[in-house]
């Protein structure tokens, strides 16, 4: 495995440019984002709203999106009444395995918003959550991928 | 590329899939690596092309900017046949063909002459071959783990090939198939995933002793696999295969394209997979064809320099094993 060190490292036979793109830093990346956690009230519910990314290397539709799990500060959420908002358009997670027509494009970001009686307060929350999605093509058959994150995030 | 042979070298933009959903590297800054990776690049249809599997104006203009640019030579796309979309049931067949024509569309437009298949399309391929005709579009099943060349499904596929005797049918074989080992990352995630040692050491052995994934993955629930951790394991035998290199070259004729996929470099080579005895198949039999470089491995390392490693140590087989 080559030293780490050679990402950075000057390698005068590659191109200006291509040394420039290997110098290049990345997020990093979960099924959360990391962003701030918000209060929030959607169509007059009073809920949390979240920062999410797709877990695959893969654009999916949305049918494909088989189940979410989320604990906040070690609490299990209720996620039954959950909405997902992609590029816009917010979808009720109980609608997502009618989908099919949706994409879910890899490099977009969503906001997931979960109805909550009560307001998380200020500061830093441990939250963990976990995409369930279903591959549409694995050879074996239909498979079930659990993606699990954890991140601490602060309420804004 | 090679001097000595005509296999071609590229990569599969697959291969930067941790750089690139970290927005590390756009697609235009990965296709610029292709230029000095053997320049041929292939994509994946559903990660790579936004609009997929419909080609947009914008991601056509954007796609062939940075092949003219950089003088990059478009080799395989990636298609998907994808027949569980629905929760409910499987695409029907016109579902499926309705789900690829816009596909193999997009491959030609963007400049690709192979179109990797899936097996799933198996049932509808004699309906896509008009269109593989009319775009100049050749197919290629991917011989992917769990499709050994020696499988039953594989079989099938080779039966219909032979059967249609195409140039517009093949095959891709993908060097996953010819692994002799589980690389040691991929044991680490499945620990880190929560598998007991009792049950991956049971994995590892089950997978050593051949033992199909059908067979498997009961026993390893019958000995307290988690319903959380089925998708590990079957990440195992759904990625690395035993195949025998020599069996390869029984199928050659009928082979578009290749890729090469690996998850790690030691020491100049690949310790989990066959390359030297696939490499040398490949060019003691006149393979001329491209063999894109997919690296498969763990993120977060330096992924330009393994595949130019990968592609240095190829480079040496098929010098090595040349014709003289």
Redesign the interface.
């Known amino acids: 495995?080559?030293n780490?060190q050679?990402?950075t490292a000057v390698r005068p036979e590659?191109?200006a440019?291509?040394r420039a793109?290997?110098a290049?830093?990345?997020?990093?990346?979960s099924f959360l984002r990391e962003e701030p956690i918000r209060n929030v009230t959607r169509n007059g519910i009073a809920g949390i709203e979240l920062g999410v990314?797709l877990t695959s290397?893969?654009?999916?539709?949305l049918?494909?999106i088989?189940g979410l799990l989320l604990k906040v500060d070690g609490k299990e959420m209720d996620v039954a009444n959950a909405h997902l908002t992609l590029n816009g358009v917010s979808h009720k997670m109980q609608d997502l395995?009618?989908l099919?027509g949706v994409?879910w494009?890899?490099?977009d970001p969503a906001t997931l918003f979960v109805p909550s009686s009560s307001p998380l307060p200020q500061g830093s929350h441990q939250v963990d959550a976990t995409l369930i999605t279903?591959?549409?093509?694995?050879?074996?058959?239909?498979?079930?991928?659990?993606h699990p994150a954890s991140r601490t995030l602060a309420v804004e | 590329m090679t001097a000595n042979t005509g296999l071609k070298l590229g990569v599969s933009l697959?291969s930067f899939?941790?750089?690139?959903?970290?927005?590390?590297?756009s697609l235009e800054?990965m296709l610029?690596?292709v230029?000095?990776l053997g320049g041929g690049v292939e994509i994946?249809g559903?990660?790579h092309q936004?609009g997929?599997p419909y080609l947009t104006d914008e991601f056509e203009r954007i796609f062939k900017s940075s092949i003219e640019r950089w003088g990059l030579t478009p080799t395989s796309y990636g298609t998907?046949?994808?027949?569980?979309?629905?929760?409910d049931r499987d695409l029907n067949e016109d579902e499926l063909v309705d789900y690829m024509v816009p596909q193999l569309q997009s491959a030609a437009q963007l400049g690709f002459k192979i179109a990797r298949m899936?097996?799933?399309s198996y049932p509808v391929i004699e309906r896509l071959l008009p269109w593989a005709e009319k775009l100049d579009l050749k197919m290629g099943y991917e011989l992917?783990v769990?499709?050994m060349i020696k499988s039953e499904?594989t079989r099938v596929l080779l039966d219909q090939i032979e059967r249609i005797d195409s140039p517009y049918l093949g095959l891709i074989p993908d060097t996953g198939i010819f692994a002799r080992s589980i690389p040691q990352f991929r044991l680490e995630a499945t620990r880190q995933a929560g598998v007991s040692e009792e049950l991956l050491a049971r994995a590892v052995e089950l997978w050593n002793a051949k033992t199909p994934?059908?067979e498997a993955l009961p026993e390893l629930l019958r000995l307290g696999l988690r319903?959380?951790n089925?998708?590990n394991i079957?990440f195992i035998?759904?990625s690395f295969g035993h195949s025998e290199p020599e069996e390869l070259k029984d199928i050659l004729p009928r082979v578009i394209h290749m890729h090469a996929k690996f998850f790690?470099?030691?020491d100049g080579v690949e310790p989990d997979v066959r390359f030297e005895e696939v490499t040398k198949v490949l060019a003691e039999n006149g393979y001329d064809g491209w063999m894109s470089s997919e690296y498969e491995g763990q993120g977060g390392?330096?992924t330009?320099?393994?595949v130019r490693?990968q592609q240095a140590m190829i480079t040496r087989f098929a010098a090595r094993y040349a014709p003289k």
């Open positions: 495995m080559p780490q050679s990402v590659l191109p440019g291509v793109i290997l290049h830093t990345g997020k990093s990346r990314n290397y893969r654009a999916l539709p049918s494909c088989e395995t009618g099919s994409w494009f890899i490099l279903v591959e549409p093509y694995v050879t074996a058959g239909r498979f079930s991928f659990y | 697959h899939t941790s750089e690139y959903i970290t927005y590390k590297w800054d610029q690596l230029s000095v994946v559903p990660a936004r997929y998907y046949a994808d027949p569980f979309m629905l929760k899936q097996y799933f992917h769990p499709l499904k994934g059908e319903k959380q089925i998708g079957e035998w759904g790690s470099m030691k390392v330096d330009f320099e393994l490693q």
